[in-house]
């Protein structure tokens, strides 16, 4: 039992020592230009540019609020991923990320990874998200890795 619990404790011991990297956010976004083709129908292929301002609240309580740009773009047909895009928040980081409808919900389920800009606190780190985004908004999940 004891050999069982020093596991434990070793298992989660990183996690706890982490949990400031841990964090949840809300995004707002508005859209500044695109382009498309062809200009009307259903059925595009194009970009967007859109200004965003997100909203972080970090494991142990902090918050702070990003704002940048990010572009998004639909992949060709048959592509892994429906649409995907780059983010920046100038003074903190740079997104990568791809989405995929959600049939279940009304919306996408993205995946990015992060890259922390040279002149922020995340200098040097990377890390994860995972969010739902819709008409109401983005919602999700992230950690920066060590």
Same mark, same amino acid.
């Given at each position: 039992?004891?050999?069982?619990?020093?596991?434990?404790?070793?298992?989660?011991?990183?996690?706890?020592?982490?949990?400031?990297? /841990?964090?949840?956010?809300?995004?707002?976004?508005?859209?500044?230009?695109?382009?498309?083709?062809?200009?009307?129908? $259903?059925?595009?292929?194009?970009?967007?540019?859109?200004?965003?301002?997100?909203?972080?609240?970090?494991?142990?309580?902090?918050?702070?609020?990003?704002?940048?740009?990010?572009? $998004?773009?639909? /992949?060709?047909?048959?592509?892994?991923?429906?649409?995907?895009?780059?983010?920046?928040?100038?003074?903190?980081?740079?997104?990568?990320?791809?989405?995929?409808?959600?049939?279940?919900?009304?919306?996408?389920?993205?995946?990015?990874?992060?890259?922390?800009?040279?002149?922020?606190?995340?200098?040097?780190?990377?890390?994860?998200?995972?969010?739902?985004?819709?008409?109401?908004?983005?919602?999700? $999940?992230?950690?920066? /890795?060590?």
């Amino acid at each position: 039992m004891k050999i069982l619990a020093a596991a434990l404790l070793l298992v989660c011991a990183p996690v706890a020592a982490q949990a400031a990297d /841990n964090f949840t956010f809300t995004t707002t976004g508005k859209t500044i230009d695109g382009v498309r083709v062809p200009a009307q129908g $259903v059925s595009f292929q194009g970009a967007q540019i859109t200004s965003f301002s997100t909203d972080v609240i970090y494991g142990d309580g902090h918050k702070e609020t990003v704002g940048g740009k990010c572009s $998004v773009w639909k /992949n060709p047909p048959g592509a892994q991923f429906d649409q995907s895009g780059v983010c920046t928040s100038p003074g903190a980081y740079t997104m990568q990320y791809s989405c995929q409808p959600d049939q279940a919900k009304d919306g996408l389920e993205c995946w990015g990874y992060l890259i922390g800009a040279a002149e922020s606190r995340y200098k040097g780190r990377t890390g994860l998200v995972t969010y739902h985004s819709s008409a109401k908004g983005i919602a999700g $999940v992230g950690r920066w /890795n060590d």
